[in-house]
């Protein structure tokens, strides 16, 4: 979907959902947050949504949100069992997970694996296959076994402690950065896992 000037709704006023409609705000959607739950957001991180022009809504979830809706993204964590949801899939709006706004902002492809067992291996599957038909293709991983540099491979070559330590130093001053406003630091997983899409950005990788 292109997103410029459709209205969007997120459900879910949590962490992952702030993220999404900010970004969601920055490529020219009209974004309504929201949330079942009476609550006051990090005062820096209200600042910043309303600034980018998301409206936030929270203590009320009714139906009358859904008019003049094209989207609503909700988090992994709700259900689509809920009666707004239902009540959208019912007007045939269409619902769809922050997993898929990433993929679709995406600059390239993802291959996203996800589950309890064999991931690693099916991972490395998936990339053996796609960087020997001539992709250059860039992987990610968690958790490591004896370095961090485990995590991040361009054709199943591992970053160099250098280039790791130079993208760790990049992504720290961003990280300064929003704390300083007032944002909740992100975790270590969030901080690896930016690291590793600047690489692959400053890479050039076609997945």
């Not at 979907?1 to 959902?17: N, P, Q, R, T």
């Not at 409206?55 to 964590?77: A, F, H």
């Not at 990339?127 to 991983?141: I, P, Q």
Request: glycine share 10%.
């Amino acid at each position: 979907m292109e997103y410029g000037d459709k209205h969007i709704l997120v459900l879910g006023a949590g962490a992952s959902g702030i993220g999404a409609s900010w970004v969601l705000a920055q490529v020219g959607a009209h974004v309504v947050l929201n949330d079942y739950k009476p609550m006051t957001l990090p005062t820096a991180e209200e600042k910043r949504l309303v600034a980018a022009g998301v409206n936030i809504i929270t203590g009320r979830q009714d139906e009358s949100l859904l008019d003049g809706v094209d989207r609503i993204v909700i988090s992994p964590g709700i259900s689509l069992d809920i009666p707004i949801v239902k009540a959208a899939q019912a007007r045939g709006i269409d619902v769809v997970s922050e997993v898929e706004v990433a993929y679709e902002l995406s600059k390239s492809p993802i291959v996203a694996v996800t589950g309890t067992n064999g991931k690693g291996s099916v991972t490395s599957y998936i990339s053996y296959a796609l960087f020997t038909s001539g992709l250059r293709v860039g992987r990610f991983t968690s958790p490591h076994l004896e370095s961090y540099t485990e995590r991040i491979e361009i054709n199943d070559v591992q970053i160099s402690k250098d280039a790791f330590g130079n993208l760790i130093d990049c992504v720290r001053q961003g990280v300064d950065k929003i704390i300083v406003d007032g944002v909740e630091p992100p975790t270590q997983f969030e901080i690896l896992t930016a690291a590793a899409f600047l690489f692959f950005k400053e890479q050039g990788v076609d997945y």
